[in-house]
């Protein structure tokens, strides 16, 4: 089964990250930016990595953005204007699938409109989701899924220690579906299956989806 392959432009914070994770996926990752030094990082993990102007449309077409599976507008900051000018070009080039990085609202905006499948802002995601973490306790984590649902990371609260799934009835009661339970040990945390006998230890870990706030509700109200 042939690799996925993506295309990642620019190589600031959040690109890097991207492009290493991706990498590290096992996506062959082409990672591009106009800095010398951080190509050179790059090449440490990237399956090519290579310094150039994305905005030259000769050679941005030499990389061939309708050919990869993701293209990845992350140019940032540093230039609002490059990045929407290559979000346009690779879009017009064919990219399947194209992300491109938001710094903020107007800049969202122009993006979709120049033709980006899906627009991100990382700060505002980051932010949110710390948000979410630190104004209710017990909330681990918190990831988006789009389309009206979230994933979210929960600590058993006491007073559903001792009892089962099937006692709590998460589902009928707070609209939230259990995927996993998390189970600290000595060692490596087991994942156990959602089956409705499982008896909840304090210091499990649920792992839910379910609307936006559906988790946050629950734990609050515990």
């Known amino acids: 089964m042939a690799r996925q392959q993506a295309l990642v432009i620019g190589l600031g914070h959040f690109g890097m990250a991207l492009a290493r994770a991706l990498a590290e996926g096992g996506v062959e990752v082409l990672a591009v930016d106009i800095d010398m030094q951080r190509v050179q990082e790059a090449s440490g993990f990237a399956t090519e990595a290579i310094a150039m102007d994305a905005m030259v449309e000769d050679e941005l077409a030499r990389l061939r953005p309708g050919s990869r599976d993701l293209c990845v507008c992350a140019i940032g900051d540093e230039s609002r204007e490059a990045s929407i000018i290559v979000t346009a070009m690779m879009r017009h080039m064919g990219a399947k699938r194209l992300v491109a990085r938001a710094t903020d609202a107007v800049h969202e905006r122009i993006l979709e409109l120049v033709g980006a499948h899906e627009v991100i802002h990382p700060e505002r995601i980051v932010g949110e989701r710390l948000a ?36 709590l009835r998460l589902p009928d009661r707070h609209a939230l579906t259990v995927l996993a339970v998390r189970r600290p040990t000595s060692g490596e945390p087991r994942v156990l299956l959602p089956r409705r006998d499982v008896e909840l230890h304090a210091g499990d870990v649920l792992v839910v989806v379910g609307e936006p706030g559906s988790a946050k509700t629950y734990v609050v109200g515990s």
């Open 132 to 167: 979410a973490r630190l104004s209710a306790r017990g909330l681990v984590d918190i990831l988006p899924l789009g389309d009206g649902l979230e994933l979210s990371e929960i600590e058993v609260p006491g007073a559903a220690v001792g009892r089962t799934l099937e006692e």
